[in-house]
């Protein structure tokens, strides 16, 4: 790749030929993801040299959004990244690693002096080929039964809070003295382009998907169990929104259904983590002063209206210029002193009175002096409601949001809330510190609060948690599952091989007899063999790390079983029985695999429509860098880059 | 303190083409346009040097417009392939490429600039008069009695940018859905009131990042934004109430409710008066009554729509869009026949009321959207054409590709012709004006006042230019054949021609067995397995030999698959303004740069 830099003043454009540097920068930004890949996920601390703050990251969208990415690569990987963490909400590492070593492997093809059309043509077949594998070895979620474990239950099925230890969890103590008070997010240069997500996207989730699935016939429980992917925990608690959410649905006490729309995450530092728990409706946190209101009003239905905005007599909808130099001619002095703050809190609150109001739940924040003579009023005012929570208020109750306090009426105002103190969280120097609940009739929405004594970890939790909602969904979704921990990967070399074995015989064929070469179709391709097994190679790589990772052995090890798995393959062995022979030897062996692990190894699965297009998206970021050959940078000073032997000026 | 500085004087380049750094500044220019060509074209990664968003593409459009240079000449030649692209969206690689090897080879030729300006002109119209031809044998009828020739000039236009990224089934997928949108935007029968005198539709594009591309489609009528906040549980239900057509209310102006209308200047409100936002606010409710009295049952602002408006008119059961952006407004005018009323102070006349047929909720990726159906069928037909992409750079490239397959089918409805594609019409035209120069040299030279050397050397450089076109496409080390019969194009991938060696070098003529060349020529019109004693020749190139033989003219008669199309009507024009552009270049005497 050549580096061109255009200048819109003085006008200069610099080339220079370098072996493609691109796919060089791909594979080392891959190589982030290599520890966060499989189930014991290493935390990585990122910390910014020049304000000295430090965040605690496990998954490969948050490294990414944390890290500077000044290469133009990056910036493309990053966008990738982001699009598919956006829609699908799990597999970026995934997509990450393949994109890693397929672009080792495009650049071992240029090395071979295979041409760019040839490469792309051969792996676009290759993915192709594999997408096929996928789909005919994917197991209906109907077929996925529970495999009968030491104790008899499955591990899902007990309390949310498992005998079992997390992997994620159990390293935390030698973290324990990171104290990030703020969760800021680290920017170490200000780009507007790399616009990561704001929290509010994290925890309240789009409306792609917006029904609930409902699934006769699937054991939910079970079915996440095979999805948690060592997130046991966070597990535990989707399994119990599910349980929540088909109890509201009307389904009574089966788990048959789950709708990750209808779910919200609350986090709150300070308690340990067993705290965590589901609950129904919506969790915020009050002042005591505020709270103590709900004490007075305990078993009462309250009447509720919502408000999209701030609840302040300065506040304008958007899109409202204010006109600021309007002023006020009076020829006789005010004596009552009334201000126009005044008039319009009166107003609010006789309208609020008058409409028999309880409850006020706003968007934005509420004016304080309002809040204060709301509550003498037996009034409770709520500030900074996400919206999502306000959506299925408005959907539950029958209210009408409003934009100002002033437009409401009678048919504005939404009944059947309910309120009551969840927990007292004083104690931690908090402004607001009681916990309540607030839960509307027939309502789905379920609250997932979320809870941990050393504070940094809140992000992973929030993100371990969201992943696991998702897999679940994509699973119900999908109504299809791959088999997990490399199998699929496994699958998908064999195929590979086979082909290029098959293809070895039509060239000798060729050789020998005649044949035609149309015949070979997309065959004809002279370099197909060598660019599948570097393709195929890529996911040797997938799976060895994904051993190393799991500690069941170093990476030597890892090639070595696994190419032991493929002659037993061809040899026409089951997937199964490869496994459970796999298993068997680590028995055997002085292995690291944990109890649980070696337990559950068996019955991994991953969703397949997030898997497939991870790949597909792995190897769209390796042709668009493959196939650019300059870089082209504009508004440069000829000056600047005068004397730099790779850079040419336009 | 204001400081004077003393002007500083022009300064003057005498010829420039003779200067290094302006032919190396050119070559580096050609170079770009040069590896960006074809399917299997280079891509560009642009962004600036504080870091900004990266670019990558290799469509001409969005790379001349990001790549600037300092050089008039160079910013001369921009700016026409620009203009060229404003008009007819595609053939602007093709017009650089062509323009730069016009002049390279000028330069390398030796001759005086008058001349060769003179004999590019002639030679231009032998190209036109050529192409324009009944019986030319690059040019093939659009038959608009099958979709089939019109599928084939779009997918030809989408798969020619490798940033696209695409399968062949979505490559499939989208040519259908730019072809069926562009059918959906030609109406059926005449236009009310012109018979002779047809409007088009118009397509309008709606984006979708992180979605699979087969999941693109296209409606009839308009798909907007809703916010989902906005969306409300009554609107979804009155969505799918019965048959329209309903009435529809169409505002540019801002109905905010805000003062900033009366501009600058302070405002002074007396004691006791009414406040203005309320009194503005009264006004706006009396809109509203007003609509909801004449039963509109759409109410879209292209700005922001005061709540309490808002409010009003959905509690009366009317669907409100607001923020709808100027672009919409054409769309929904022409769809609708509303008329955009830009004043709310006075009573809407009853005549700018537009009508929809109905409207529901579509979710296209993450976005809820309303679509707006069109209100009857032989509509001035407006249609949406939503395009998903896994991310935001292949989708910027598809999008840009798909409203030039737009425009390029557009263009067919005036000039129901296209030309080869893959090079072969490029070596098929040099091979027909390079015989028809050389059988008429003697002649054209006395008419145009030049030796016959002079010509035959204009005449080489020219036919080498437009071979160059064809070269072009190639990247990756094949060859490029010619076949002496048609003259068609013929690429053979690198590492298969070499080896073999079945195409001679000696006297450029040699009788191959065709082992290793492709199937088909570029086009896919000429077939490698021809009739049994008729088999073909090909030479390379960029090897020119003096006789060459007549290119046959296939028979219309048999219809075989072709694989590639070009627009006719841009590629003429393209070929018009870089043989403009390269004589204008070469004309250029003096450079007067102002340097303050």
């Not at chain 1, 969208?61 to 829609?87: M, P, W, Y």
């Not at chain 1, 015949?519 to 190393?548: C, E």
Request: glycine share 8%; hydrophobic share 35%; with cysteine.
């Amino acid at each position: 790749m050549s580096i061109l830099q255009a200048s819109q003043k003085m006008g200069s454009t610099i080339i220079s030929q370098r072996l493609h540097v691109g796919l060089q920068q791909l594979t080392a930004l891959a190589a982030v993801t290599h520890s966060l890949l499989g189930p014991n996920k290493k935390h990585k601390f990122i910390q910014d040299e020049s304000t000295g703050e430090s965040s605690l990251v496990c998954t490969c969208f948050r490294v990414f959004e944390h890290l500077d990415l000044t290469c133009s690569v990056g910036q493309l990987a990053n966008e990738t990244i982001q699009a598919h963490q956006k829609v699908f909400h799990s597999g970026a590492g995934c997509l990450l690693f393949m994109a890693g070593v397929w672009s080792r492997a495009a650049l071992e093809c240029l090395h071979r002096g295979i041409s760019i059309p040839h490469i792309v043509s051969a792996m676009s077949e290759g993915l192709d080929i594999c997408w096929e594998v996928c789909r005919s070895n994917s197991v209906s979620i109907e077929d996925i039964r529970p495999v009968a474990s030491v104790s008899g239950t499955s591990v899902l099925q007990g309390s949310p809070h498992t005998v079992f230890q997390n992997p994620v969890t159990g390293m935390n103590s030698s973290h324990g003295a990171l104290n990030n008070k703020k969760q800021s997010r680290i920017k170490l240069t200000h780009s507007r382009h790399f616009c990561a997500n704001d929290k509010a996207d994290e925890t309240t989730t789009p409306g792609l998907f917006s029904h609930a699935v409902t699934c006769k016939g699937v054991d939910i429980p079970h079915l996440a169990e095979a999805v948690s992917h060592g997130c046991v925990d966070a597990m535990s608690l989707v399994v119990e929104v599910s349980k929540m959410q088909s109890k509201n649905n009307g389904s009574g006490d089966s788990c048959r259904t789950f709708d990750v729309n209808k779910l919200v995450t609350c986090t709150l530092p300070g308690l340990s983590e067993d705290h965590s728990c589901v609950l129904p409706g919506c969790v915020i946190l009050l002042s005591a002063e505020q709270a103590s209101l709900v004490h007075h009003m305990k078993e009462q239905k309250w009447q509720v209206v919502l408000i999209n905005g701030d609840l302040s007599e300065k506040y304008r909808h958007l899109g409202f210029n204010n006109k600021n130099d309007i002023s006020k001619v009076t020829d006789k002095l005010d004596l009552k002193g009334l201000s126009k703050e005044d008039d319009w809190e009166d107003n609010v609150l006789t309208t609020l009175l008058k409409n028999n109001v309880n409850l006020v739940l706003v968007n934005g924040e509420a004016s304080e002096r309002l809040t204060q003579h709301c509550m003498r009023h037996r009034i409770l005012v709520v500030e900074r409601v996400k919206p999502d929570i306000l959506k299925d208020f408005a959907e539950t109750t029958g209210a009408v949001p409003v934009t100002y306090a002033t437009q409401l009426s009678k048919h504005c105002v939404g009944t059947g809330v309910e309120i009551s103190i969840w927990r007292d969280c004083s104690g931690n120097r908090r402004r607001a510190s009681m916990a309540v609940n607030i839960v509307a009739d027939r309502t789905a929405l379920v609250t997932v609060v979320l809870t941990t004594s050393v504070h940094s970890k809140l992000q992973t939790l929030e993100d371990c948690f969201w992943g696991c909602a998702y897999r679940l969904h994509h699973t119900l979704k999908d109504r299809k599952l791959l088999p997990g921990a490399g199998k699929t990967e496994l699958l998908c070399v064999h195929h590979l091989q086979k082909h290029i074995e098959d293809n070895g015989e039509q060239t000798r064929g060729k050789d020998g007899a005649s044949a035609p070469q149309a015949k070979q179709g997309k065959a004809g391709n002279p370099h197909r063999a060598d660019v599948f097994q570097l393709m195929a190679d890529g996911w040797m790589d997938y799976i060895s790390t994904l051993m190393l990772n799991s500690g069941t052995c170093s990476k030597v090890d890892a090639w070595t079983t696994i190419n032991q798995q493929l002659k037993d393959l061809n040899g026409g062995l089951s997937l199964d029985a490869i496994f459970s022979r796999l298993l068997l030897r680590d028995d055997t062996e002085d292995g690291m695999m944990s109890p649980d692990m070696k337990h559950s190894a068996g019955k991994v699965y991953d969703n397949m429509t997030v898997k497939l297009e991870a790949w597909r998206k792995a190897l769209d970021l390796v042709f668009l860098v493959l196939q650019t050959d300059t870089e082209i940078i504009t508004g440069i000073d000829p000056k600047q880059v005068e004397g730099q032997s790779n850079v040419m000026a336009l | 303190m204001s400081r004077l500085t003393k002007k500083g004087a022009s300064v003057c380049t005498d010829s420039p083409l003779s200067t290094s750094e302006v032919c190396r500044k050119m070559t580096v220019m050609r170079q770009i346009l040069t590896s960006c060509f074809g399917p299997n074209g280079r891509l560009k990664q642009i962004h600036n040097n504080v870091g900004g968003h990266v670019l990558t593409t290799s469509t001409s459009t969005p790379l001349l417009q990001a790549v600037s240079s300092s050089e008039p000449l160079l910013k001369l030649i921009t700016a026409s392939i620009l203009n060229h692209l404003s008009r007819f969206s595609d053939c602007g690689l093709y017009t650089g490429i062509l323009c730069f090897s016009l002049v390279d080879h000028v330069q390398k030729s030796g001759l005086r600039p008058s001349v060769a300006i003179k004999i590019n002109k002639q030679l231009l119209e032998v190209c036109t008069g050529f192409l324009n031809q009944e019986d030319c044998g690059c040019k093939v009828n659009v038959d608009f009695n099958s979709c089939q020739s019109l599928v084939t000039l779009a997918r030809s236009v989408i798969s020619s940018k490798p940033a696209c990224v695409l399968t062949e089934g979505e490559q499939q997928h989208i040519s259908t859905l730019a072809v069926h949108a562009f059918l959906l935007t030609v109406p059926c029968g005449d236009t009310p009131g012109s018979p002779d005198r047809v409007r088009l539709g118009r397509t309008v594009t709606v984006t979708s990042e992180g979605q699979f591309v087969l999941d693109s489609a296209v409606f009839p009528g308009l798909l907007v934004n809703v916010p989902d906040m906005q969306l409300h549980p009554t609107d979804s239900e009155r969505i799918r109430r019965g048959p329209g057509p309903y009435r529809l209310a169409l505002f540019t102006v801002s109905l905010s409710g805000d003062l900033s209308e009366f501009g600058e200047g302070s405002l002074e409100v007396h004691c006791g008066a009414p406040d203005p936002e309320d009194l503005i606010l009264d006004q706006l409710l009396k809109l509203g009554e007003q609509a909801v009295t004449d039963q509109v049952e759409v109410f879209v602002c292209q700005r922001v729509i005061h709540p309490v408006l808002q409010h009003y008119l959905r509690s009366h059961g009317v669907v409100v869009i607001e923020r709808l952006g100027i672009a919409l407004i054409e769309p929904i005018v022409q769809m609708t026949g509303a008329q955009a009323v830009a004043l709310y102070q006075t009573p809407i006349p009853q005549e700018a009321y537009g009508q929809v047929k109905g409207c529901c909720v579509r979710t296209v990726g993450s976005r809820k959207m309303l679509h707006l159906l069109p209100p009857r069928e032989p509509a001035p037909a407006v249609c949406t054409m939503v395009l998903c992409h896994r991310n935001d750079t292949m989708l910027s490239e598809l999008k840009a590709a798909c409203q030039r397959a737009e425009h390029v089918l557009r263009l067919t409805l005036r000039d129901p012709v296209a030309l080869l594609g893959g090079g072969c019409t490029e070596t098929h035209m040099a091979a027909y004006v390079s015989n028809k120069g050389t059988t008429e040299a003697a002649e054209t030279a006395l008419s145009l006042g030049v030796s016959q050397s002079q010509y035959l050397l204009g005449l080489n450089g020219f036919c080498s230019s437009l071979e160059t076109v064809a070269l072009a496409l190639e990247h990756d080390g094949g060859t490029s054949l010619i076949d002496l019969t048609y003259a068609h194009h013929w690429s053979v991938p690198q590492g298969e021609a070499i080896h073999s060696g079945t195409v001679l070098q000696g006297e450029g003529l040699q009788r191959g067995d065709g082992g290793e060349v492709p199937a088909t020529c570029g086009c896919g019109l000429v077939e490698r397995s021809a009739r049994p004693g008729l088999e073909l020749e090909w030479t390379p190139l960029n090897t020119r030999s003096n006789l060459r033989p007549a290119p046959l003219v296939v028979g219309k008669d048999t219809t075989p698959q072709l694989r590639v199309l070009d627009s006719f009507t841009a590629k003429l024009n393209a070929l018009q303004v870089a043989v403009e552009m390269a004589n204008l270049v070469l004309d250029v005497r003096y450079v007067i740069e102002d340097v303050n």
